[in-house]
């Protein structure tokens, strides 16, 4: 993206989460992006970061 984080999308419920620095991304332009097990890896220029997709299932409502 154009520095505005990672878009999760919840096909069944249709709804759209947004990942940014604030919620832990090591930076706004993502250019990578893995679903694989139970984590969410999301590459950026800043780095790689690893989120659980229990918690953000919690914190959105969406499933992934």
């Known amino acids: 993206t154009r520095q505005s984080g ?9 709804r759209w989460a947004r990942l940014t620095s604030l919620d832990g991304l090591a930076g706004n332009q993502v250019r990578s992006f893995c679903a694989s097990g139970p984590y969410v ?24």
């Open 6 to 14: 990672c878009l999760l999308f919840d096909g069944p419920s249709g």
């Open 41 to 64: 890896w999301v590459g950026s220029y800043g780095g790689i970061a690893r989120f659980d997709k229990q918690y953000l299932s919690k914190k959105w409502g969406i499933s992934l």
